[in-house]
């Protein structure tokens, strides 16, 4: 018995051998329908989106993605006057805003930022992350690294052919974790990304090397085992919105609490907790002043979310979490920086206040 055991279990595991193999070799491109639960989200996103099935570390994936075309404004022709034949320009590159959320959002969550990039003439591409939101979640199956959600993200981009840099100009804009993983983005490919947009990125200081203690992957499982909508609302009260709440920042807890209880609950939570840990052992702090693109630093200077706070000593405590000291520092570091501060936003400024934010978003990418 012990041997028929072996040999199904030998048998199951080529066959899931097999199955990855194909899927690593073939990536496609699914356009729906889809069902309304999703990898564990039920969540109704107001864009149509796409399926990016892949292959990474022997699993086959799907990374949810929403891909908007650049709104052109109609213009009005007139018979000319006059012809003048003149030698023709070259076509400007397309502009490609790539959004990267945070551990505590989707990709849906930059709708209003998509929308104003879409009117400026922005090809607008957000990808839910391997473990969050529409996307698959592998839960212990899966090594986390920002170097791999980075090579996820590319290998999207390559299969909508917008790796060369020569035809495409990418602005990558990164919130929260997306800012971490924007910045290991640009690092690796630096060619590619003309523009970098960080928006209170987490990861601006070295969380374990200022004292926060480095806790068992067993310890962050449990904590994000009793995550619900109270726990949500309380932390993003608290850190995001200074105190206020309000239906918009409402729409979000709930979208996220629906996943923590949702089919995929177990995967999501194991794969969070191996996000908190990525985050705390995988700094980019070392690496800003090798970022070449062209960046903007967006920062809530209310902000006081660090990995880690809540389980410090008082004394450590104390020093985390500061952005209205780590933004000024962290553009000091980076080569090509501008700093733009908001001294009344907290975490989430382009959901706090999305006019603030986008007018200044779209002077600065007009510089």
């Not at 799907?62 to 075309?69: K, V, Y």
């Not at 404004?73 to 945070?102: D, E, F, M, S």
């Amino acid at each position: 018995m012990l041997f028929l055991a072996l040999i199904l279990a030998a048998s199951a595991v080529a066959a899931i051998a097999s199955q990855s193999k194909t899927a690593t070799n073939n990536t496609t491109i699914d356009n729906g329908p889809f069902p309304t639960d999703l990898n564990g989200s039920n969540f109704t996103y107001p864009h149509p989106f796409q399926l990016f099935h892949f292959g990474s570390q022997d699993l086959p994936l799907e990374m949810a993605f929403i891909d908007l075309p650049p709104i052109v404004a109609p213009t009005t022709t007139t018979k000319p006057q006059h012809v003048r034949y003149t030698r023709k320009k070259p076509n400007p590159k397309p502009k490609i805003a790539l959004l990267l959320h945070g551990k505590n959002f989707c990709s849906i969550t930059w709708f209003t930022t998509a929308a104003t990039l879409q009117k400026a003439g922005y090809r607008v591409i957000i990808p839910d992350q391997i473990g969050f939101c529409k996307s698959s979640k592998p839960g212990t199956l899966y090594q986390y690294s920002l170097h791999q959600l980075a090579l996820n993200t590319y290998s999207l981009l390559s299969a909508l052919d917008l790796t060369d840099p020569r035809n495409n100009d990418i602005t990558v804009v990164g919130h929260s974790l997306g800012g971490m993983l924007a910045t290991r983005f640009s690092l690796l490919y630096p060619d590619l990304v003309a523009s970098l947009v960080l928006v209170n990125p987490i990861g601006l200081e070295p969380y374990l090397e200022l004292g926060v203690p480095y806790p068992d992957l067993s310890v962050t499982l449990k904590t994000e085992q009793t995550s619900n909508y109270m726990s949500i609302k309380g932390y993003e009260q608290s850190t995001y919105y200074l105190g206020a709440w309000a239906p918009e920042y409402n729409v979000w807890a709930m979208m996220l609490a629906q996943i923590y209880a949702g089919t995929e609950a177990q995967n999501f939570v194991e794969g969070q907790a191996r996000v908190v840990d990525m985050v705390l052992t995988q700094p980019v702090f070392y690496e800003f002043p090798r970022v070449r693109s062209k960046t903007l630093l967006m920062v809530g200077t209310k902000d006081t979310t660090a990995i880690g706070k809540q389980w410090s000593p008082p004394d450590v405590k104390e020093k985390l979490g500061r952005y209205e000291l780590i933004g000024k520092e962290t553009a000091n570091r980076m080569p090509n920086c501008t700093l733009v501060e908001f001294e009344d936003l907290g975490h989430a400024p382009q959901i706090q206040a999305p006019d603030r934010f986008h007018a200044a978003l779209l002077q600065w990418l007009r510089t």
